[in-house]
């Protein structure tokens, strides 16, 4: 077998190889976690008392810093009274990832303490929610506007250089004023995504629209086209890959503000559960819910990555079954140079 | 170069054959008329005259090359024509009307390709076409059905359905031709089609190109810095040189027609292609070489 060779600048590896550090890439931190939750030599710096024995303010499976149990223990066996007992442990705000896996499940089939309050389901639906109308919000007029921007200097000049004034502003910086316009419900909470993802917008969608090749324009001109024909005919199907690449990572970002927009006005969604199980101090909970958002933050972007190879077959150089066979069937009964066919595509 | 030491004739000699097909071009309309054309840049380091006192004229179905080194201004000379930039000082004429901004009568073939990525081969075809539509009316089927002749004159019907990026450079450049011609231009503009092509793919285009050029109706203007290119495809060459781009010769080519590449050892091409090195590369000056020091052992000689 062939030495692999991992250490090539750019050099791409082969797909087995890949896919397993790909895999690595998730089993390292892992591995760690695991490492340092059950392994008491690394860390554990607690224990958990399992008999109090005499010490009188020891409580059946208490936290106790681990050189404080010692000392009570020393103290206990100097005055010949019964020493406690009690397990190496880590402090409860670093369960360990089987104790998470349990509460994965756990978290979604334990009914909220309060009849009022909402599932766990309902919490991931409701931040869903905010952060699809807040990008929405927001694509629906920065789209056109940043593709406006990238293809006519007028509308750059005229929104380009607030854009880049208003980015540097926290979006954070607007809960007071989102709420006292848009009330305590949900509306500052979009307010916040479309504050935190509008401006990056324009400029990123604005950015992609520049770059159009634009030998292609120059093309379609001496082919005729004109004004609004070059605009819809050449701008907008040559960067609609890239713009929604560009979606995609901003649709990432979106994700970012939904922690700061769910505690704006009063409290909702997968931020609300977090701190709720927090302040009830089950973080096993809490990390269940914070690896939930990783999750479907993964998951979209996959199947939109997935999408956008579908829908843009010319972009992403892969070729459908037909075109393949046609290549074949070409090359074999004509001319040498067709044989090139798929050179572009190794 | 031992070419020179061979007698040749004067690439000015012309055989009756020959003389009467010049005569007879010169009888046809003009479609281009190129006068007293000139440009200046204003660069970095002040005003650049990129093309100075161009004047000459293209007739009705005639193959004509504008050949020069690198830098002379080929490429700034034919987006002019194009209208693809302006110019500064005098006038082009395409069939005695002023020449402004790009438009459908001047095909353009560029040397990167320039296929629209996102359309396959018959819509990218079909974009001139399409455009025309709207404004006199021809139906969606009948411009689908004049795309597929011109992908099947260039010989690609099998990849009508396919995107440029599944295609050969060689491949490719055939969808822009049949993309050009497909909007019946007067004149076709092509900026050193096959200078990214390797050598083979290089002289089979050149072959598709005269059949092209022999079965349809197209005056075409090719610009390239290959000497043996320019012979072989064209009536007449217009040797431009460099600081400031200006023609220095427009020479008939002497070669007869039908082409075909065992003419490259014929008289009249080695005349004509001895007369354009002496224009392009004049007698070796001292720019040509290297200040090298020597650094191999004496007597370790290459010859
Ligand atoms: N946009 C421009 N701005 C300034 N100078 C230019 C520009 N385009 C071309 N030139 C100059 O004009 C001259 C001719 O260029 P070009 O037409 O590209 O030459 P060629 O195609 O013959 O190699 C060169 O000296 C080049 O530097
Ligand atoms: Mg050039």
Redesign the pocket.
């Known amino acids: 077998m062939a030495r692999a060779r991992y250490f090539i600048i750019w050099k791409e590896l082969d797909p087995r190889r890949r896919r397993v550090f790909q895999v690595f890439s998730f089993i390292i931190p892992l591995a760690v976690w695991s490492l340092v939750s059950y392994c008491p030599a690394v860390w554990h710096p607690m224990v958990r008392v399992s008999d109090p024995g005499s010490i009188g303010h020891f409580r059946v499976d208490a936290m106790v810093q681990k050189g404080a149990f010692y000392r009570e223990n020393a103290k206990a066996l100097a005055e010949h009274r019964k020493p406690a007992q009690g397990v190496l442990a880590n402090p409860v705000y670093l369960p360990a990832p089987h104790e998470v896996a349990k509460s994965f499940y756990k978290a979604f089939v334990t009914p909220p303490r309060l009849p009022e309050e909402p599932w766990l389901h309902e919490s991931l639906w409701h931040s869903i929610k905010i952060i699809i109308w807040g990008f929405l919000i927001s694509s629906v007029i920065a789209v056109p506007l940043g593709i406006l921007a990238g293809t006519y200097r007028i509308f750059s000049y005229m929104t380009e250089p607030f854009v880049e004034f208003f980015r540097y502003l926290p979006a954070p910086a607007f809960a007071a004023l989102s709420v006292a316009v848009l009330g305590i419900y949900d509306g500052p909470k979009v307010a916040i995504i479309v504050i935190g993802t509008f401006f990056q917008q324009v400029l990123m969608i604005s950015n992609t629209t520049q770059r159009l090749d634009p030998a292609l324009l120059e093309a379609a001109q001496t082919l005729g086209a004109r004004g609004l024909k070059l605009f819809t005919r050449v701008v907008i199907p040559g960067i609609l890959p890239d713009v929604y690449r560009d979606m995609r990572i901003l649709l990432g970002w979106a994700w970012t503000y939904l922690i700061v927009a769910e505690v704006v006005g009063n409290s909702t969604g997968i931020t609300w559960f977090i701190n709720q199980q927090a302040k009830y101090r089950i973080y096993d909970n809490v990390y269940a819910a914070i690896i939930m958002i990783g999750i479907i933050g993964i998951t979209t972007d996959i199947f939109l990555a997935w999408l956008g190879s579908e829908l843009f077959v010319w972009k992403s150089r892969k070729r459908s079954i037909l075109s393949r066979l046609r290549t074949v069937y070409t090359t074999s009964r004509t001319e040498p140079e067709t044989a090139q066919v798929s050179h572009d595509n190794a | 170069m031992t070419m020179h030491d061979v007698s040749l004739p004067s690439y000015l000699e012309q055989s009756p054959e020959v003389s009467a097909r010049f005569r007879r071009i010169a009888e046809r309309p003009v479609v281009l008329k190129v006068n007293r054309l000139g440009k200046t ?3 970095v380091k002040g005003r ?1 005259q ?1 093309l100075h006192d161009i004047s000459f004229q293209v007739r009705r179905r005639e193959f004509i090359s504008i050949i ?10 034919v ?1 002019i024509l194009a209208g693809l930039d302006d110019h500064s000082a005098g006038e082009i004429l395409l069939d005695d009307r002023e020449v402004t901004g790009p438009g459908r009568d001047r095909g353009m073939v560029f040397q990167g390709y320039t296929l629209f990525p996102w359309l396959t081969v018959l819509k990218n075809v079909m974009f001139g076409l399409e455009l025309s539509n709207s404004s006199n009316g021809i139906s969606g089927v009948s411009a689908e059905q004049e795309a597929r002749g011109w992908i099947e004159m260039v010989g690609l019907e099998a990849f009508a359905d396919a995107y440029p990026h599944e295609l050969s450079g060689g491949m490719k450049q055939r969808v822009a031709i049949a993309r050009a011609l497909a909007n019946r231009p007067r004149i076709l503009l092509m ?1 050193e089609p096959f200078g990214a092509l390797d050598a083979q793919t290089r002289a089979k285009m050149q072959s598709y190109l005269l059949q092209i050029w022999k079965n349809v109706d197209i005056t075409i203007l090719f ?1 390239t ?1 290959d000497l043996e290119e320019a012979i072989y495809l064209s009536d007449r060459i217009v040797v ?1 040189k ?2 400031p ?1 200006e023609i220095q010769e427009v020479i008939e080519v002497p070669v007869e027609h039908p082409r075909s590449p065992e003419q490259f050892l014929s008289q009249e091409f080695l005349a004509t292609k001895k007369r354009l090195e002496e224009l392009i590369h004049p007698a070796k000056d001292a720019e040509d070489m290297l200040p090298i020091i020597r650094m191999t052992q004496v007597g370790d000689d290459v010859y």
């Open positions: 840049f204003d660069g650049i990129a020069g080194p690198s830098g002379c201004g080929k490429s700034t000379l987006r900026d610009i810095h431009l460099a600081n781009g």
